[in-house]
């Protein structure tokens, strides 16, 4: 019975093309609308994800300032490079440490020039911030230790200064120093918020204090955890030893911050995880709309159909054979939506991720969800134009 109704549904689609694209076109929409929206939200939620990973491994970031309460300072002292090496040897679970200072500085070579930051640290700080030498070397320990005079630069400053010219072993002027390049840093490109994160030059901590800064202070300490697992306990720690060596009273709140890269990785998915199901939910409303057309032609076709509805009821044909025929009918026109839809929806996910420059994510569960809920759509709304066509009286319907 049910493949006899099939092939009644396909003619019936056949004798009226062109209403029956129309028909399955609002479903088509809504399948698509909601694949793609929630493909490309969770495009931008990886991409995110992903540049908050490249900050570094299982990362801390701890600043000076930030405290509240009573007692709390504004104008909280930095921190030194003994905190740092304080951290690594009493704190365990600690896989590496980097003090960083940092400044602004005009970077200068053969008449081009450019502003950039330059970062000052240890060589852990290629660890804890996920950098890796693309050509050269890192500073040996004499060298950090003395203060030379030598520097990496990442890829966007070695494009402006030196375009197509070698850059390794040249001279720049950071500022009123001369730095010779000793390394290319692997370039990491923008990240989600536009940044530029490969326009820096690096340089030895002890080299930026000393010739740039004028002080011995560091903005930052980054803290690497040896896993995942320890990063909670690792922050503890790290907080217990900072109020130690600061020496901060038990009534005063912390004069610094401790950031775990995890909490603000878990706060942004989440912010857009719920613009995604937004986006979701609202191009599912189109989805309706299909259904309220699927209906609305359905109802159509029972009309047009009386007729042929009092013949077959006349020569035998019971309710439940006459509203399983308008239920396929609707279910039919419902799937053949869905399923252009699902295409659609894929490469239209596909041209928006490469648009935003967003990874493309292809997400099974949504696009079956998707999918069932157009056959549901077309069942619910099938449902009454059927039910009307099985409860007509064979003799009035045979009068139409």
């Not at 660890?127 to 500073?139: D, I, K």
């Not at 803290?223 to 109020?243: E, H, K, P």
């Not at 020496?247 to 857009?272: K, W, Y």
């Not at 609202?282 to 013949?311: F, K, Y």
Request: aromatic share 4%; net charge negative.
């Amino acid at each position: 019975m049910l493949w006899n109704a099939l092939r009644i549904a396909l003619n019936e689609i056949r004798r009226n093309l062109s209403r029956s694209i129309l028909t399955a076109l609002g479903i088509l929409i809504g399948v698509a609308a909601v694949i793609a929206m929630v493909g490309i939200g969770q495009g931008a939620t990886a991409s995110v994800e992903e540049d908050l990973a490249s900050m570094g491994n299982n990362l801390l970031s701890v600043h000076p300032g930030g405290g509240r309460g009573p007692g709390s300072r504004g104008d909280a002292p930095n921190f030194k490079a003994k905190d740092a090496e304080a951290i690594y040897q009493q704190v365990q679970h600690v896989a590496a440490v980097a003090p960083v200072s940092s400044t602004s500085a005009q970077i200068v070579y053969a008449g081009e020039d450019t502003t950039t930051t330059v970062y000052g640290s240890t060589n852990p700080w290629f660890e804890v911030s996920n950098r890796s030498v693309a050509s050269g070397r890192m500073p040996t320990e004499t060298e950090q230790t003395a203060g030379a005079a030598v520097c990496l630069i990442g890829e966007t400053t070695r494009e402006t200064l030196f375009g197509g010219e070698a850059a390794l072993g040249a001279k720049i002027q950071v500022n009123n120093m001369s730095c010779t390049v000793i390394g290319l840093l692997e370039a990491k490109g923008a990240n989600t918020m536009g940044m530029d994160q490969d326009d820096l030059v690096f340089a030895p901590l002890t080299t930026v204090q000393r010739r740039l800064t004028g002080n011995n202070e560091v903005a930052s300490i980054q803290v690497s955890a040896d896993t995942s697992d320890n990063i909670s306990r690792v922050q503890q720690d790290v907080t217990a030893l900072m109020r130690e060596r600061r020496h901060l009273p038990a009534n005063r709140s912390d004069d610094f911050q401790v950031h775990d890269t995890r909490e603000m990785a878990q706060m942004v998915s989440g912010i857009t995880t719920t613009l995604t199901a937004f986006l979701g939910a609202v191009a599912g409303v189109s989805l309706l709309v299909g259904g309220i057309g699927v209906m609305n032609i359905m109802l159509v076709s029972v009309t047009e159909r009386t007729r042929e509805i009092g013949i077959r009821m006349a020569i035998g044909a019971l309710e439940r054979d006459v509203m399983t025929q308008f239920l396929v009918e609707a279910s039919l026109l419902s799937a053949m939506g869905g399923v252009l839809g699902v295409l659609l929806g894929i490469g239209g996910s596909y041209l928006g991720a490469h648009l935003l420059e967003v990874p493309f994510v292809f997400n099974l569960p949504v696009v079956l969800i998707a999918v069932v809920f157009s056959a549901l759509v077309g069942v619910g709304f099938g449902w009454y134009p059927a039910r009307r066509a099985a409860r007509m009286e064979p003799i009035d319907a045979l009068r139409h």
